[in-house]
């Protein structure tokens, strides 16, 4: 899927990658998608709950392995 950013969180862990995710979010202007690459499991309850909660939409979200993947569009004006 197409993305004008990535975020690697490997290796990292809760919470960590949200709030690097949250950095990131606010670099990109709106409509844009953010790819995160993470490896904790904690990533498939928090970073929907991200998204919920500040109107972001999660368009993808992938697993493989030990490794998750999530594409995330940063919301409109």
Known sequence: ???????DATDLLCP???MMLHVEM???SAKEILKVIATD???TRDIP??????GHKLTKQEQEGG??????EK???
């Open 1 to 7: 899927m197409e993305h004008q950013a990535i975020l």
């Open 75 to 77: 919301k409109g004006p």
């Open 26 to 28: 606010r670099k990109l």
């Open 41 to 43: 499991p904690s990533t």
């Open 67 to 72: 490794t998750y993947y999530y594409w995330i």
């Open 49 to 54: 709950k991200f998204c919920q909660f500040l």
């Open 16 to 18: 960590e990658p949200v």
